[in-house]
């Protein structure tokens, strides 16, 4: 099976320190979609891992984030692109919960949803949170530019040293594709 993870703000749309709250605030970063288009194309199976931390903070509700879902549903459709599933972790920093990241839990639903092994599953994030609960799974973690990416890289550049690093969602996904034989680009 084909399989990849992703982390929602700072990879498919524009991240913000004070949340995205709200689907007009919700703005795909751009070449992302067409990028989740052409994995979807190329038979793979597409999950976001996101924490969410502004439900617990009061900034908006599990409906909201449903309707932000719907929206990015909705502008897939024209690339050919869809989410397979959303895995959110809607606790904050102090909530002392399993799943926020770097906490591995998001990522064991996943394995037990799928039913699979995680080694080498790509993992795309912006953070180093996004990295260290890859890493901590046996994935295989992967830094995007996008987002909190270039603070992260700036700041832990020694730690990454051995992360593959690309400017954005679509840069990643055109090798991946091209490594395989399967890129459409």
Known sequence: MKFIILDRDGVINEDSDAFVKSPAEFIPIPGSLEAIGRLSQAGYTIVVATNQSG???GYYDQAMLQTMHDKLATLLIPVGGHIDAFFVCPHGPDDHC???KPKT?????????????LAGIPAVGDSLRDLQAAITVGAKPILVKTGKGQRTLDKYKQELLAIPVYANLADYVNELLNSEGTCTC
């Open 98 to 100: 399993d799943c926020r």
């Open 105 to 117: 839990g998001l990522f064991q639903q996943i394995a037990t949803q799928y039913q699979i092994n």
């Open 55 to 57: 439900i617990a903070r």
